[in-house]
């Protein structure tokens, strides 16, 4: 039969493709649940999943990605096993989990089908859209939509991600949106930021933050330019090296003409500074929270941005940021998708979106979609822990 070829073939190239299982820690007593990530994209997305399962249902958490994660209490991270039939079957052995829930799309058909015959319930949250593991796409007549026949429900993002499941095979598709991400609204010290804010009074501001050295010229001509629209307009400048500061401060005096002053050296930005460099404590919660503009560094010259964009998302401040996401190209994607950031290509890009985003109702339009996207999927959340409540108390 189709479904069985699909199967073998695929068991097959496993044998090929099977790698050195990790050693794997004793299992501890009580109700486990597994949470599944291709990349560590999507596992950050399931991080607020974990937290609220560990708080609500006193379960630990197994969470497995092949690359290393952020955990707390009463959460273990695990690479997945090699996707073969022996694997598989050691892997649910040991771990015994009451639930599986699979973020996005990927399919492990060898460990899917295990847990079938388990009878371990599967679910699927922030579903985009169904896909191989790497390294084992191939044609296997009728595999994946026998995998996704062993899976309970899949949540998808939208419509377009659930006819992509429903063409793949899966029984149970739902639109739900995503889920919940952790608040990435950063701390600070309220009478601080008062007399900061106090400080700087109705003066444009705008907030660069972890600027490499390779961008640090950039940002200046970026600021620049935006002097001759704002001349008032002040720019909180955080470079990525803290060390930097003394020499940078230098440096902009001598090539702008421009009073600078640094936070390292207990400065304050008064009436005529230009250019206040954040040069002491880490103080990001502060600054998002004062420039109505931020500007995320490494994305447009570095190795990539250095900061979740869903930082100033959550407070507030619009985002602009350049073409190397780094590690957040997923998150910069919903943001793009959704209207809440500007992105640039080039380093006179930056200026001109700057300039742009001066005026206050663009620059609060985009603050606003991002700060909406920074706090939806709490529903989606409390309805997979819902479901996992009904999976330990027999009703699911």
């Given at each position: 039969m189709a479904l069985s070829l699909g199967r073998t073939l695929y068991n097959l190239t496993g044998r090929r493709a099977s790698g050195i299982e990790a050693a794997r820690p004793a299992r501890p007593a009580g109700d486990l649940i597994w949470l599944h990530a291709a990349e560590l994209g999507c596992a950050r997305g399931l991080r607020q999943l974990a937290l609220r399962l560990v708080e609500e249902l006193g379960v630990t958490v197994l969470l497995t990605c092949p690359d290393a994660v952020p955990l707390t209490a009463d959460m273990l991270h695990q690479p997945p096993p090699p996707d073969t039939p022996a694997?598989?079957?050691?892997?649910?052995?040991?771990?015994?989990?009451?639930?599986a829930i699979i973020a996005e799309g990927e399919v492990r058909p060898a460990l899917m089908l295990e847990a079938a015959e388990r009878r371990l319930p599967m679910i699927m949250v922030d579903a985009r859209a169904p896909f191989l593991l790497k390294a084992r796409e191939g044609w296997y007549p009728g595999l994946m939509r026998q995998a996704l026949q062993s899976v309970r429900q899949v949540l998808a993002v939208d419509e377009a991600a659930a006819r992509a499941f429903r063409r793949a095979g899966a029984p149970e598709v739902a639109v739900s949106g995503r889920m919940e991400e952790p608040s990435a609204a950063l701390s600070y010290h309220e009478p601080e930021r008062a007399a900061l804010a106090a400080l700087m009074a109705t003066r444009p501001v705008w907030l660069a933050v972890d600027v490499p050295a390779a961008e640090e010229a950039a940002v200046i001509a970026a600021h620049r330019s935006a002097l001759r629209l704002a001349h008032r307009l002040l720019l909180i400048l955080v470079?990525?090296?803290?060390?930097?500061?003394?020499?940078?401060?230098?440096?902009?005096?001598?090539?702008?003409?421009?009073?600078?002053?640094?936070?390292?050296?207990?400065?304050?930005?008064?009436?005529?500074?230009?250019?206040?460099?954040?040069?002491?404590?880490?103080?990001?919660?502060?600054?998002?929270?004062?420039?109505?503009?931020s500007y995320l560094g490494g994305s447009l010259l570095g190795e990539g941005c250095a900061r979740n964009p869903m930082e100033p998302a959550a407070?507030?401040?619009?985002?602009?940021?350049?073409?190397?996401?780094?590690g957040y190209g997923s998150v910069f994607g919903r943001l793009g998708a959704a209207q809440a950031a500007r992105a640039v290509g080039?380093?006179?890009?930056?200026?001109?979106?700057?300039?742009?985003?001066?005026?206050?109702?663009?620059?609060a339009r985009?603050?606003?979609?991002?700060?909406?996207?920074?706090?939806?999927?709490?529903?989606?959340?409390?309805?997979?822990?819902?479901?996992a409540r009904g999976v330990l108390d027999g009703e699911s």
């Open positions: 694997e598989a079957r050691a892997f649910l052995a040991h771990w015994a989990p009451a639930l470079p990525q090296d803290p060390a930097r500061g003394a020499e940078l401060a230098a440096a902009i005096e001598a090539a702008e003409g421009w009073t600078v002053a640094q936070r390292g050296l207990d400065q304050e930005p008064d009436a005529e500074t230009e250019v206040y460099i954040a040069d002491s404590a880490v103080e990001y919660g502060l600054w998002y929270r004062l420039a109505p503009v407070l507030g401040s619009a985002i602009i940021y350049g073409p190397r996401p780094g080039s380093a006179g890009d930056l200026g001109d979106a700057l300039s742009d985003l001066l005026a206050p109702d663009r620059a985009l603050a606003q979609a991002a700060w909406t996207l920074a706090s939806d999927g709490v529903e989606v959340t409390d309805r997979v822990v819902d479901f």
